[in-house]
């Protein structure tokens, strides 16, 4: 009692940061022990309703890319999901079928991005501006992507299980006409012509477009967008 009277008798200023330095003290013993007593693990699933064109599923163990889909319902019997998928990690393509409705794994999927530098014989190598660690990817493995590729240019690296299995272009891209026929007057309009683009790719362009000229292209289709 002598004690809680000593207490109370002390400055109240004394007594609040008392309680709160205790209080506080309890709090950080307590937050450690209730964060090791929970571990939570994510589980990706989709739909198969929801396959679209780009969308990644796992199939037994391995990672795959969706490229067509067709959602069947027929007069009779379930409804399914027509695919036709590649393998991320072998590249064969295959056609698979998915009942309407039925859950599928996502793979685990990590994205980095990092710079193309050079071309080492078969090899591109793409280079992390922050660790300036080096990725090579083998010329079957970049296939006809190489066309839009160009040094400098920031792609996005695919990873699954610590491997890299794909990479991504930027969707615009930036590239200069190397070789066209003479161009006409900007304010005739219509008329294509094919242009050589400095890394090797042929693409229609508008009659008006000149050797040197800067010109966007969509990366996917492999069609002018416009002059840069």
């Known amino acids: 009692m002598a004690s809680l009277r000593h207490l109370a008798a002390g400055p109240a200023c004394h007594h609040r940061s008392g309680v709160a330095a ?3 003290s ?3 013993r307590r937050l450690p022990s209730c964060s090791r007593s929970r571990h939570f693990t ?3 699933a989709i739909s198969s309703n929801d396959i679209r064109v780009g969308t990644n599923v796992e199939v037994d163990g391995a990672p795959w890319k969706v490229l ?3 959602h069947v319902k027929p007069g009779k019997g379930a409804a399914f999901v027509r695919t036709k998928m590649r393998n991320y990690v072998t590249g064969n393509t295959v056609e698979k079928t998915f009942r309407a409705g039925s859950t599928l794994q996502e793979p685990s999927l990590s994205k980095e991005t990092k710079q193309f530098t050079y071309k080492d014989g078969s090899q591109f190598v793409f280079m992390d501006l922050t660790t300036f660690e080096e990725s090579r990817l083998n010329e079957a ?3 006809d992507k190489q066309k839009w590729l160009k040094e400098g240019m920031d792609c996005n690296l695919l990873y699954w299980n610590g491997k890299i299995i ?3 272009l930027p969707i615009t891209v930036r590239l200069t006409v190397t070789d066209t026929d003479p ?3 900007d ?3 219509g008329g294509t012509k094919p242009a050589t683009l400095e890394t090797g790719a042929v693409v229609t362009v508008p009659s008006f477009v000149n050797v040197g000229d800067d010109i966007l292209v969509d990366s996917r289709t492999g069609q002018y967008m416009n002059r840069a």
């Open 187 to 189: 304010s005739v309009q």
């Open 42 to 44: 994510r589980i990706y």
């Open 183 to 185: 161009g006409a007057s």
């Open 26 to 28: 309890l709090q950080l």
């Open 22 to 24: 205790a209080t506080a």
């Open 68 to 70: 067509e889909f067709l």
């Open 166 to 168: 794909d990479f991504e």
């Open 141 to 143: 493995d970049v296939g």
